[in-house]
T-cell receptor, first 113, second 114 residues
Framework: AQSVSQHNHHVILSEAASLELGCNYS??????LFWYVQYPGQHLQLLLK??????LVKGIKGFEAEFIKSKFSFNLRKPSVQWSDTAEYFC???????????FGTGTQLKVEL | KAGVTQTPRYLIKTRGQQVTLSCSPI?????VSWYQQTPGQGLQFLFE???????NKGNFPGRFSGRQFSNSRSEMNVSTLELGDSALYLC?????????????FGEGSRLTVL
């Protein structure tokens, strides 16, 4: 069965700092990859997704992620975080069709002013 | 366009009781799935329904069940509640035509079992 690892459970950054959140998955076949964000008190929202093509994908709010197949990684980046980026971030993998996503355990990001 | 709607948003039950949670997907979305979110286990897939048929099931005991109606609305049921069933239950829907794979999540139903 596939699994997803997010190595950083809690991250604290100052505004304007750069962000990189790690995500590794274990599955040898074709995967679709996602980053979701959950702002305090809100529902999960899609930040970005990768299905195929250019391994560098851009999402909303200035986020981007790079798929490195040889490393089974899909790390999330943002050059300059804002206080409003404070949220929990989830990496997820989809294999095959359907709605089954395997999520990582999440990374709680706190951005301080 | 209205999002995924889940009811009730909050509920408290006692051990041994049963609970039914409801989910209305985004209009036009025919695929619905359910996830359990807990601090310890994170987000775990429960099951998925499409056209009233269960397409996929996660690793949960038979106490957890679900169904989907002809209008794509879905319900999930948990019988003989245990303390460990306390969680946020999330419903997600997906448009399956020209599939992009993106799931749209509701705000969840927070279940507390006492």
């Amino acid at each position: 069965a596939q699994s997803v690892s997010q190595h950083n459970h809690h991250v604290i950054l100052s505004e304007a700092a750069s962000l990189e959140l790690g995500c590794n998955y274990s599955y040898g076949g074709t995967v679709n990859l996602f980053w979701y964000v959950q702002y305090p008190g809100q529902h999960l929202q899609l930040l970005l997704k990768y299905f195929s093509g250019d391994p560098l994908v851009k999402g909303i709010k200035g986020f981007e992620a790079e798929f490195i197949k040889s490393k089974f990684s899909f790390n999330l980046r943002k050059p300059s975080v804002q206080w409003s980026d404070t949220a929990e971030y989830f990496c997820a993998v989809q294999t095959g069709g359907g709605n089954k996503l395997t999520f990582g355990t999440g990374t709680q990001l706190k951005v301080e002013l | 366009k209205a999002g995924v709607t889940q009811t009730p948003r909050y509920l408290i039950k006692t051990r041994g009781q049963q609970v039914t949670l409801s989910c209305s997907p985004i209009s036009g979305h025919r695929s619905v799935s359910w996830y359990q979110q807990t601090p310890g286990q994170g987000l775990q897939f429960l099951f998925e329904y499409f056209s009233e048929t269960q397409r996929n099931k996660g690793n949960f005991p038979g106490r957890f069940s679900g169904r989907q109606f002809s209008n794509s609305r879905s319900e999930m049921n948990v019988s003989t509640l245990e303390l460990g069933d306390s969680a946020l239950y999330l419903c997600a829907s997906r448009f399956t035509g020209g599939d992009t794979g993106e799931l749209f999540f509701g705000e969840g139903s927070r279940l507390t079992v006492l």
